[in-house]
Nanobody, 126 residues
Framework: QVQLVESGGGLVQAGGSLRLSCAAS????????MAWFRQAPGKEREFVAY????????VYADSVNGRFTISRDNTKNTVYLQMGNLKPEDTAIYYC???????????????????WGQGTQVTVSS
């Protein structure tokens, strides 16, 4: 029903920046809530950022708040994650996820999302 393709990952130095993209297709983009998650080796998949379908709200994990920004370009059916002041602990595979609607307070849960991209690797060197 929805296809997501992430891109933009790579190797960066600590303190650097990187912008991830997630292109969506299959449904009207403006009707989809979007989120970014990440999973580091040996760790659980964790919430990073969320954007409601109307962009009425954006939410960030405490670990990235102030450094990362989620944004949308509805004309391109794409959601972005602009990452700044990257740290080695940001190293992970980053996943884009989507849902038609997310209940209040549930945006941090992987089970709230119906579709996932295949992920893009972000590696931050010291």
């Amino acid at each position: 029903q929805v296809q997501l393709v992430e891109s933009g990952g790579g190797l960066v130095q600590a303190g650097g920046s990187l912008r991830l993209s997630c292109a969506a297709s299959g449904r009207t983009f403006t009707r989809l809530a979007m989120a970014w998650f990440r999973q580091a080796p040996g760790k659980e998949r964790e919430f990073v950022a969320y954007s409601s379908r109307t962009f009425a709200s954006t939410v960030y994990a405490d670990s990235v708040n102030g450094r990362f920004t989620i944004s949308r370009d509805n004309t391109k059916n794409t959601v972005y994650l602009q990452m700044g002041n990257l740290k080695p602990e940001d190293t992970a595979i980053y996943y884009c996820a989507t849902a038609g609607a997310v209940a209040v307070g549930s945006y941090q849960s992987t089970t709230s999302y119906d579709y996932w991209g295949q992920g893009t690797q972000v590696t931050v060197s010291s």
